[in-house]
């Protein structure tokens, strides 16, 4: 098992969740560390820590939607230590970067043995704490389209406690070109065994532009698109109730022009 | 002039009582050099490891350890039969508790288990991570039996009985009949009913539950290095159950990681590894770890409450009438029992207002769950929260405004001492003065102009008042009366030592609150040194007096005493060895920054570091038959009343979010009185932490069980704690009435913040929701609830 920030894999040690055998601390290999644009693709190693991404002039400036995100995730203590491509390998439905990556589609380049493959967000997430990973595959650096003049980036998420995971949240991209709202990529945080890019709603909300669908049918769209969890705490309809708030706020982020994030 | 009066006002060089000293050992905390039980190795030193009862209710059917006990490290794998002789078990009533009863608890399951995470097998070796390893191994088989959770359903006549001995599940039941509750409702202009509901929730201590006992087989002679509140009270229930002369049992509490009442009750693990040491000769660790103490750590609260208030038409309340029903787990926790937070309740609700009719009825039920008992605050959240929540709903109905209701219906100040129809007797109280101080500090008028506004633009804020009592400073008959040694008295010595410096024993002990800097600031001030120049020692039953520790607020009230006393006399002490060898009146003397002056102008005459050395090593200098005493010792109980009541008033300032059910605290404030305030930062910081454990319970803690007895959250991914990003400022600030019981003047402040502010939060959340009708009483009051409430989501209505 691979050892990177350690902010998941230790816990669960702790907890004797888990028993590995051996753990591989990919700490020292060089190179993971870089966050780099080149011809409009933004390029973050898998070892970058939150905070580093967090504070990245790069990335704030390229992909905002990362620097509001990561705001949301834990605590500085945590963020020290916790990595980019770790949270996405470890592929919590509740955690906010794996909806990032979705909203934004980007493409996670993973290395092996055998060679090199780039993966695309959306298959790279498969169901509760499950990836497209290989056995002996190395999840390596993030390519991110930047988010360019036209760009619109969301992000807000609805939790009991500041650095929880969110009871609800959304990571939202799209593109205003010409009086048309472009892709639009609705990704929700904690309404599903994985982060779920709601088709059905970016659908609407692309034909409607520049009108805004009206509340109920944001939640019809998303009673398509989701499927939230129920705990012992909140059920489902209320994460679906909040999800559909942060979507018409989004919505209407997007319709005006300080929807850029 | 009282000597209180002679020493306080803050115009003397060592004039302490009144100043926010600095806590001399948190230079040691923030530097790592806390002396907590973990850090602490013995040679020979063994870990215990529990295998702990998956099932909330079951019988023990066969426990196969052999292949546990040849694992790595292991040393001893015991079961109760193996350490049945070793430890006698425990049950928790207490005489004054009228008909309270309870199973015999052991240390290991005997035959059946009662709750999830009750220990059945220890596992003793070299390392935590060994014993741990082997604990897997071990295979108990269980039959079910059927768990019984619902207090409600615990009480049906063909209930499963928890303990069959015991005849049903009704741990303790009491009532209140006084004046005359029905004629006063009948003849009611107004009646305001509710039901509500408190969740059960935890204390959660940085540091967990930690032990290490030291058994020497010479001396049958055994040494308990604890994280505990009540060091002597330890002593004689260890001492007790294993077998071991009280004597030669010796308990050390260094620094604690809080307690909040966790810390002073018997727990079966840690009974084990001691009865563990015993049997093996040897030292023998445990540390809880952060999962079973949330199974295991003495759990809070748990009631379902039904009350309703009378009022005339002019909104004065004539009569209050309350049910309450608690789930307390499968024992009455030993010795302090779990029937003392519902008598609480019962003794509590409606205090600070003037009704004389009062009938109240209090149930206390077993259940499959883990145990409850005495948390910070103690019965005090239940009964300020119905109280406050009947006021406020009476507001409503009379159209009075919030504070003015309770204007109106505070006790009066010329009719103190008080008795309250539930019979508890207050000194005196500052209810109005607290509540005008308050309403300034707040600008509750400029709240209120506020949320109006506000609402306008769809902005929902409220404003939560809460008045409240707070029991501290006991006398024996909190506990003593009832048969438990449990000491509400203290004691403090002091030893001048050769240098001129003082140390200082005294039987309250440190859990993190400040009670070292307080008993430090009270002797200093009536010696007359520098603070710096006193050593407090606390936790060490072999070297401090013999003393209660920390529980009902009493450390400063009740330590703080004892050092005002025993200060007076070594001062005394000193000043007549100096008249000798000044040959001067003792009267004529002071001491002033370690110096012996002339009391009239303060010219210096000798510092005291000379009369210690010339006591110290020239007693041949000194007259024959003078017989200097350098070391005193004085003791206090407070006898004049059962207990000291302190009173505040708390206000609330929130936001609900209607669309997301978030709720955002945005201000609150205290005005408390304590009496004298030996240390303004210290106070602050008591009601502060006090008030964010109340946030938690309003809006964040609970332990969630299962229908099955599962405790669902047991984590603190799971469990929520308050955390600094939702804490509010917390304004605080005080009204000084000390009580006259004692000199000093103090009574106790480490509660009250915790009692109110669920009561705060609720009233400020109602307040909020009142543009949607609808009112919310069951806590805490998540964004599900609160959405539920106001229909976004399920049928509308509360569930
Ligand atoms: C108290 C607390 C609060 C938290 N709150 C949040 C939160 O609000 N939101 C949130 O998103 N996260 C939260 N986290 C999780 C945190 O963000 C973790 O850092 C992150 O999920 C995992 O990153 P890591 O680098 O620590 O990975 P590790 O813990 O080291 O590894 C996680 C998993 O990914 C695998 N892995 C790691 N790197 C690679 C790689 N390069 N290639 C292949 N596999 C790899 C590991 O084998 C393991 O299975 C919290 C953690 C803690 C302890």
Redesign the interface.
């Known amino acids: 098992m691979i050892l990177a920030g350690g902010q998941s894999v230790i816990p669960a040690l702790n907890m004797r969740l888990n028993e590995p055998a051996v753990l591989v601390d990919i700490n020292k290999v060089p190179g993971l560390g870089v966050i780099e644009e080149k011809g409009g693709v933004l390029r973050i190693g898998a070892l970058c820590r939150h905070e580093q991404v967090r504070k990245s002039v790069d990335v704030s400036a390229h992909a905002p939607l990362l620097t509001k995100a990561l705001a949301h995730v834990a605590h500085p203590a945590i963020r020290n230590r916790g990595t980019f491509g770790g949270s996405l390998c470890n592929a919590d439905a509740a955690a906010e970067l794996p909806a990032c990556v979705l909203a934004l589609g980007a493409t996670l380049n993973v290395e092996s043995a055998e060679g090199s493959r780039a993966i695309a967000a959306e298959d790279f997430f498969f169901g509760f704490f499950e990836t497209a990973l290989e056995e002996g595959e190395v999840l390596a650096s993030i390519d991110l389209p930047v988010l360019g003049a036209t760009g619109r980036h969301f992000f807000d998420e609805a939790a009991r406690r500041r650095g929880d995971y969110a009871l609800a949240g959304l990571a939202a991209a799209a593109r205003v070109e010409g009086g048309r709202m472009i892709a639009p990529r609705f990704a929700f945080i904690s309404c599903g065994d994985r982060p779920l890019l709601a088709g059905a709603l970016g659908e609407l909300v692309a034909t409607r532009y520049p009108d805004a669908p009206a509340e109920d049918e944001i939640a019809e769209a998303l009673a398509r698109d989701l499927e939230p969890p129920e705990d012992a705490v909140t059920s489902s309809a209320a994460r679906m109730r909040i999800a559909t708030v942060l979507a018409a706020r989004a919505i209407r982020e997007f319709q005006q022009n300080g929807g850029r994030a | 002039m009282t000597e209180a009066a002679r020493f306080s006002p803050l115009d003397r060089p060592n004039s302490y009582v009144g100043r926010s000293v600095s806590r001399p050992n948190a230079a040691g905390l923030v530097r790592g050099r806390g002396r907590f039980v973990d850090d602490l190795t013995l040679p020979r030193m063994l870990h215990v490891a529990f295998v702990r009862s998956p099932h909330a209710h079951a019988r023990i059917t066969a426990i196969d350890t052999a292949e546990a006990a040849k694992m790595p490290g292991v040393v001893r794998v015991a079961t109760i039969d193996d350490i049945r002789d070793y430890c006698s078990p425990w049950v928790g009533v207490l005489d004054h508790l009228k008909g309270i009863k309870s199973a015999p608890q052991p240390p290991l399951a005997d035959g059946k288990v009662f709750s999830q995470g009750q220990p059945v097998v220890a596992i003793v070796a070299a390392s935590r991570a060994q014993a ?1 390893d082997a604990a ?1 191994l071990v295979d108990v088989s269980y039959e079910p039996l059927e768990p019984v959770t619902d207090p409600v359903a615990a009480l049906e006549p063909d209930a499963t009985v928890i303990h069959p001995e015991l005849g049903d599940n009704l741990c303790f039941q009491r009532g209140i009949d006084a004046g005359e509750v029905d004629r006063a409702f009948a003849e009611a202009a107004h009646v305001v009913e509710t039901t509500m509901r408190f969740n059960r929730h935890t204390g959660v201590t940085l540091e967990p539950r930690s032990i290490l006992c030291d058994f020497d087989p010479s001396e049958r002679a055994l040494t308990l290095y604890m994280s505990v509140q009540c060091p002597h009270m330890s002593k004689n229930l260890f001492a007790k159950h294993l077998g071991l002369d009280e004597n030669r049992v010796r308990v050390v509490c260094g620094d604690v990681g809080g307690s909040f009442g966790i810390k002073i009750h018997t727990y079966p693990d840690e009974m084990t590894a001691a009865a563990l040491s015993v049997m093996l000769e040897r030292p023998v660790k445990f540390v809880a770890d952060r ?1 079973e103490s949330f199974v295991t750590d003495i759990h809070a609260r748990d009631h379902d409450v039904s009350a309703r208030m009378a009022l005339d038409a002019e909104g004065r309340v004539s009569a209050i009438e309350m049910d309450d029903l608690t789930g307390i787990g499968s024992y009455s926790v030993y010795p302090r029992t779990s029937g003392i937070e519902a008598n609480q309740v019962l003794n509590l609700t409606g205090g600070p207002y003037a009704h004389k009719n009062y009938r109240a009825r209090a149930r206390v039920v077993f259940q499959n769950k883990n145990d409850m008992c005495q948390y910070r605050g103690v019965g005090h959240p239940i009964a300020v929260a119905v109280g406050e929540h009947l006021m406020d709903k009476a507001a409503r109905m009379t159209g009075l405004d919030a504070a003015e209701i309770r204007r109106r219906n505070f006790i009066p100040e010329d009719a103190y001492p008080y008795t309250a129809p539930s019979g508890a007797i207050y000194e005196r109280q500052s209810h109005h003065a607290c509540l005008e101080k308050l309403l300034e500090a707040c600008d509750y008028k400029g709240l209120r102009r506020d949320q109006s506004a506000q609402r306008e633009s769809g902005v929902y804020r409220g404003i939560g008042l809460a008045s409240l009592v707070e029991i501290t400073n006991p006398s024996p008959a909190f506990y003593g009366v009832g048969g438990a040694r449990i000491a509400s008295q203290d004691g403090c010595t002091l030893r001048l030592d050769p240098t001129g410096g003082v140390t200082l024993a005294t039987g309250v002990t440190e859990q993190g609150q400040g009670t070292e800097t307080i008993v430090a600031q009270v002797a200093a001030t009536v010696i007359g040194i520098d603070v710096n120049d006193i050593r407090v020692i606390t936790g060490d039953t072999d070297a401090v007096p013999y003393g209660g520790g920390t529980w009902a607020s009493r450390g400063a009230g009740i330590g703080g005493e004892a050092a005002f006393q025993a200060g007076k006399a070594l001062r005394w002490n000193i000043l007549g060895v100096a008249a000798t060898i000044l040959q001067e009146r003792a009267e004529a003397l002071d001491i002033r920054d370690g110096c012996i002056v002339n009391a009239k102008d303060g010219m210096e005459r000798m510092p005291l570091s000379e009369l210690g050395r010339i006591v110290y090593f020239r007693g041949d200098t000194l007259p024959k038959d003078l017989a200097p005493e350098l070391v005193v010792t004085r003791h206090y109980t407070q006898n004049q009343y059962p207990f000291c009541f302190t009173n505040a008033a708390h206000a609330c300032h929130l936001e609900v979010d209607p ?4 709720i955002r605290l945005l201000n609150y404030w205290v005005v408390e009185d304590c009496g004298t305030v030996i240390n303004p930062k210290l106070v602050a910081e008591q009601t502060r932490g006090g008030v964010v454990q109340g946030l938690g319970a309003a ?2 803690e ?1 332990c ?1 069980y ?1 229908g099955e007895g599962q405790l ?2 047991g ?1 603190l991914a799971e469990y ?1 704690l ?2 600094a ?2 804490m509010p400022d917390i304004f605080v600030d005080h009204v000084t009435t000390p009580t006259a019981t004692s000199e000093l003047g103090a009574k106790g402040v480490g509660e009250a913040g915790t009692a109110g502010a669920p009561a705060a939060v609720m009233n400020a959340l109602n307040d909020a929701l009142q543009p949607f009708g609808v009112e919310m009483t069951d806590m805490p009051f ?3 609830k609160v ?2 409430a106001l229909g ?3 049928g509308g209505g509360e569930d």
């Open positions: 741990e897997e999962l669309a997301t059910g978030l809006l964040f609970e969630l299962s669902m959250n984590s929520l308050p955390m990003g939702e998540t964004p599900e959405l539920r976004r989501i399920g």
